[in-house]
């Protein structure tokens, strides 16, 4: 009776029936009840089980056939798509896991996981006031924190798609700050720009060079020490280097927390040089700056006040959950807005009914932006600032714990004494150790992490990261961050290795 109701009344337009939504809500809601029962069960509650694996290995062939990704004309039901769901967790990496010590970030935090969850739920885009009240404000509060821990008075700020686009955004930002007609009148007026990071820096800084038409070739990169710092005498020969040769030096990056051995620059010594040079000074903390909410370990950061801009990324050390990244500017005189403003008058009107100041979109390159802010601080409110220094403090005791485990251990080798978290070290088999040092010896060597690499992954067991470096071998790099992580598991970790490599 209903159906025949609605047939007499439907409107037609172009043969397609306008009457009610076509989407059935009740069994939306259903499927979404059942898909988030299937998350928590497989991976909430999973979390911190030492037990379940890191990762469940297939080759991409056969992980294509498990999936069934081909997309059809007619959709599926809810029970293959649930199905579906659990085969994407199965067969993903569990980055959450106490053992995943893969990469830069790792762990779950439950209340991040939940400003997530509400986020992706509300699905807002972060430009203007009217259609993102809560998550501007959230933004503001958050910059103005991190900004108090760099040790500035004043400052301005936006949360980006990572610490590669905020680097990027500071070096076209360093850029329109001694070339302010660039925005007008592009590249072709221009001296040849010159830009210094150290041999040890993010490989971003060479892509935003290649992408914003400075070049490759005029990123000069500075010599670093034995322990992966750049060399302030360096940095000032080739500054001057620059100068001689006619072109225009405007921007150093340092960087506080490298990728590979975690060194952190002399950042005191290198902003003397800029102020000297008159340089922009950024640093890029996207893995160091945890550091500065620890009162034990923000020396790391020493001079970081003096610094133009900083990227800094909560979601590697204090685990706000990817992505959460920060760009920080000292400069509170609406540079980043005049440097990226377009002043589209369908969004940023002038005439709204609010202050359009908090229309803070324009600062950004993005239309469409994530309130990522809002990760970092449900968390914060959560944990508070004590919480959040924990986190820090123990991840670099846990480290500490595992040089000390390692040099107590035959067959293992550290590279060199970290400042961070991360621990470097080489795994020397039975079959090497009574062999002689030579090219023969590190040519074996640099074979055995890439074999004990594939064996971990294919069990399941951990996942650690291994690499060659500036003339070194394969070596393995521990990265402690997940405060779900125990001493036990800095010992399995040990253990798995000799297991792992005991035929070798």
Known sequence: KQEMLQKKSA?????????????????GEKFVEEACKIIMEEIVQKADDVTEKVCEWQAPEKLKQILDLEMRDAGECHQKILQLCRDV?????????PRFFNQLYAGMDYYSLVARFITEALNPSVYTYEVSPVFL???????????????????????NPGGSVSNMYAMNLARYKFWPEIKEKGLSGLPRLVLF???ECHYSMKKAASFLGIGTENVYFIKTDERGKMIPEELEKQVQRARKEGSAPFLVCATAGTTVLGAFDPLDKIA?????HGLWLHVDASWGGSALISRKHRRLLHGIHRADSVAWNPHKMLLAGIQCCALLVKDNS?????????????????????????????????????????????????LGTTGLEERVNRALALAR????????REGFQLLLEPEYANVCFWYIPPSLRKMEDGPEFW????????IIKERMMKKGSMMLGYQPHWGKVNFFRQVVISPQVSRGDMDFLLDEIELLAKDL
């Open 443 to 450: 040519q074996k060597l640099h074979q055995v992490a890439p």
């Open 11 to 27: 409107v037609l337009v172009d043969g397609v029936i306008l009457n009610g939504p076509i989407m059935d809500s009740k069994a």
């Open 197 to 199: 990071a150290s041999e």
């Open 89 to 97: 967790i199965k067969y993903s990496v569990k980055t959450n896991h």
């Open 401 to 408: 714990y595992l040089v000390e485990e390692i040099k107590k």
């Open 137 to 159: 404000l959230v933004e503001e509060a958050v910059i103005k924190k991190m900004i108090e821990f760099i040790g500035w008075e004043e400052g301005d700020g936006i949360f």
């Open 334 to 382: 609406g540079l980043l807005k005049n440097c990226y403003s377009a002043e589209a008058a369908y969004l940023f009107q002038q005439d709204k009914f609010y202050d359009v100041s908090y229309d803070t979109g324009d600062k950004s390159i993005q239309c469409s932006r994530r309130p990522d802010a809002f990760k970092f601080w449900l968390m914060w409110k959560a």
């Open 272 to 276: 003397d040089i800029c102020e000297n």
